[in-house]
């Protein structure tokens, strides 16, 4: 008797195991760059990671103009159908055109939001990456362009996307 009791106990433990584990694991997801002008055409890749807290994006792409602005932003559509806009990444492109971002965002964070009340659901949103030309980087305001919506010089254009939808 007292050994069955051990067995269950033993299993009851792994079986608390498991499921914890899995509540905390991440999923990630790998989809293709393409330009907004012609999805046909692949530019780079990008993988978003999922956790309970929040998401992480890696993103490398090619193409783009040497000595510009560039920025990512999460459009970020919540399983409540409210649409948030929020800044991702961005820097100055190297004399190639290729670039790689990264970057983080928290459940519940607004900071960088420009539309919408950010991230409410890491595993069930449908998140769409952006890529923003703010054309040549100026030194006076570089820091605008790079992290703004706006520092357009002169004048911005979205040039690449990469679409993950939730499981």
């Given at each position: 008797?007292?050994?069955?009791?051990?067995?269950?106990?033993?299993?009851?433990?792994?079986?608390?195991?498991?499921?914890?584990?899995?509540?905390?694991?991440?999923?990630?997801?790998?989809?293709?760059?393409?330009?907004?002008?012609?999805?046909?055409?692949?530019?780079?890749?990008?993988?978003?990671?999922?956790?309970?807290?929040?998401?992480?994006?890696?993103?490398?792409?090619?193409?783009?103009?040497?000595?510009h602005a560039v920025t990512i932003w999460w459009m970020?559509?919540?399983?409540?159908?409210?649409?948030?806009?929020?800044?991702?990444?961005?820097?100055?492109?190297?004399?190639?055109?290729?670039?790689?971002?990264?970057?983080?965002?928290?459940?519940?964070?607004?900071?960088?939001?420009?539309?919408?009340?950010?991230?409410?659901?890491?595993?069930?949103?449908?998140?769409?990456?952006?890529?923003?030309?703010?054309?040549?980087?100026?030194?006076?305001?570089?820091?605008?362009?790079?992290?703004?919506?706006?520092?357009?010089?002169?004048?911005?254009?979205?040039?690449?996307?990469?679409?993950?939808?939730?499981?």
């Open positions: 008797m007292k050994r069955r009791i051990l067995v269950a106990l033993a299993l009851i433990g792994l079986l608390s195991v498991v499921l914890v584990s899995r509540a905390g694991a991440a999923t990630q997801t790998t989809r293709d760059v393409t330009l907004i002008a012609d999805q046909a055409v692949t530019v780079g890749t990008s993988t978003l990671t999922r956790t309970d807290s929040g998401i992480s994006l890696s993103l490398s792409t090619t193409g783009l103009a040497a000595g970020v559509v919540n399983p409540d159908g409210s649409l948030s806009v929020l800044y991702g990444a961005g820097h100055v492109i190297d004399a190639g055109g290729a670039a790689e971002f990264g970057g983080h965002l928290k459940v519940g964070d607004t900071d960088g939001a420009i539309r919408g009340p950010g991230l409410l659901d890491a595993a069930g949103a449908d998140v769409t990456l952006v890529v923003r030309d703010h054309g040549p980087a100026d030194p006076g305001r570089v820091d605008e362009q790079i992290h703004t919506i706006g520092g357009c010089n002169p004048t911005c254009a979205d040039l690449q996307v990469s679409v993950h939808t939730a499981s």
